[in-house]
């Protein structure tokens, strides 16, 4: 593997190379962003060029539908992704210049579960003991009775 291919992971932007293989798939000249890598003879993926180790990189195009699968030597590195963002629960990364990721964690307003249900069914207080009388499910009525909606 030489330097270039070595620079490229995951989140990286890229170019793709214009060969015969490459050409042949209409992705010549596409740049796109890094989502993946894999080991092809583990994964059985198609994969554009020819393999000289068994390690393939996956790239998105917002030109193209879907994602596709490269041989090293079929991409060339253009930048980190500067700005890219993934955010998972409570937590944020976003990707620097460098190519490192500043992770930051994401202020959210904790409210009790049964908030959503008071919120919609408050202004239907009047309805609510006809319709349970009718055989709502129990986890409703479960629901209701530890909000606060409802009295047994």
């Known amino acids: 593997m030489n330097d270039n291919e070595r620079q490229i992971e995951f989140g990286d932007n890229v170019r ?3 060969t015969p293989f490459t050409e042949e798939k209409g992705l010549a ?4 962003q890094v989502y993946g ?8 993926v198609e994969v554009i060029g020819t393999l000289t180790n068994d390690y393939a990189i996956n790239a998105h195009f917002d030109e193209k539908d879907g994602t596709f699968w490269f041989a090293p030597d079929q991409l060339e590195f253009v930048d980190h992704g500067p700005g890219t963002e ?3 629960g409570n937590k944020r990364i976003v990707r620097r210049e ?6 930051s964690t994401i ?3 904790k ?4 908030k959503f249900w008071q919120t ?5 207080r009047n309805l609510l003991p006809p319709i349970i009388a009718h055989g709502m499910n129990d986890t409703l009525n479960f629901i209701l009775f530890y909000s606060g909606l409802i009295e047994r």
């Open 16 to 18: 793709v190379r214009v």
């Open 29 to 32: 000249g596409l740049q796109g």
């Open 37 to 44: 890598e894999t080991t092809p003879s583990v994964t059985n």
């Open 86 to 88: 993934i955010a998972v």
């Open 98 to 103: 460098d190519g490192s990721w500043a992770e």
């Open 107 to 109: 202020e959210t307003r």
């Open 111 to 114: 409210s009790p579960w049964w």
């Open 120 to 124: 919609i069914i408050s202004s239907k």
